[in-house]
């Protein structure tokens, strides 16, 4: 009886110990360097990136700011005061006129519109030596543009030419500011060099010289309608500067 209980016990023995070998070749066995599970909610595993090579342990991982930092926005465009301010100290009624201009037209900025006003200053000027009066159409309010074509034709009729180079724009700032209802307004003090000579009928010279240099100073204001969609601003007054 002994005999056939010792035979079981061999046997089951030996079916114990083909199962335990049978499991740690199919699952592997522990060594105690094992990864934890993934969990896709765990905040560790989601910032962390995969880290690739054949030494994984080379490679760098940026330790974490501060949890609550917001990140830095480097588009992020000036404020009023730093746009402003630029071209019209702070407590100045030409600071508190921009300001009125920009509270009704969010595109307006002092130093582009500066760009541009040196850019039509330059066209304009060119534009009535040359008698252009389509150029000038496009860039006058029709007040101005009627008065600049009826010295373009009186001159046309005498048979006088102008003959101008334009040197350069040494200056330009905006000198004063208005908000009129819809219709902003501003003013520009120009100082330029130009060479220009007026020539009459017969080519002879009766104003300004041809070798020379001259030094302008004009004061021009410029207006547009706040609430057009058309972004052009237009020479409504000029002034020369004594």
């Given at each position: 009886m002994n005999e056939i209980f010792?035979?079981?016990?061999?046997?089951?023995l030996?079916?114990?110990?083909f199962i335990i070998f049978r499991l740690r070749s199919v699952l592997g066995k522990r060594t105690g360097n094992e990864r934890p599970p993934f969990d896709p909610y765990s905040k560790t595993e989601r910032q962390q990136k995969p880290q690739?090579?054949?030494?994984?342990?080379?490679?760098?991982?940026?330790?974490?700011g501060p949890a609550d930092a917001a990140p830095v926005d480097v588009n992020r465009p000036p404020s009023d005061d730093m746009v402003i301010e630029k071209v019209a100290p702070a407590g100045t009624a030409l600071n508190d006129a921009l300001r009125k201009?920009?509270?009704?037209?969010?595109?307006?900025?002092?130093?582009?519109?500066?760009e541009g006003a040196r850019g039509a200053y330059e066209m304009i000027v060119m534009a009535f030596a040359e008698?252009?009066?389509?150029?000038?159409?496009?860039?006058?309010?029709?007040?101005?543009?009627?008065?600049?074509?009826?010295?373009?034709?009186?001159?046309?009729k005498r048979g006088e030419t102008i003959e101008s180079t334009f040197v350069g724009i040494d200056r330009a700032e905006i000198v004063e500011a208005a908000l009129k209802g819809n219709t902003a307004q501003v003013t520009v003090k120009v100082q330029s060099q130009l060479i220009s000579a007026t020539r009459d009928k017969s080519g002879e010279i009766?104003?300004?010289?041809?070798?020379?240099?001259?030094?302008?100073?004009?004061?021009?204001?410029?207006?547009?309608?706040t609430t057009s969609r058309d972004?052009?601003?237009?020479?409504?007054?000029?002034e020369s500067a004594e």
């Open positions: 010792n035979v079981y016990n061999l046997i089951f030996a079916l114990a110990v690739t090579g054949q030494d994984q342990g080379d490679n760098v991982i940026p330790m974490p201009i920009l509270s009704v037209d969010r595109s307006f900025e002092p130093e582009p519109f500066l008698g252009d009066r389509k150029a000038l159409k496009s860039l006058l309010s029709k007040d101005v543009y009627e008065g600049f074509v009826a010295a373009i034709d009186e001159r046309e009766i104003d300004g010289n041809p070798n020379k240099v001259t030094e302008v100073v004009d004061i021009w204001t410029f207006a547009r309608d972004p052009n601003w237009k020479l409504v007054a000029t």
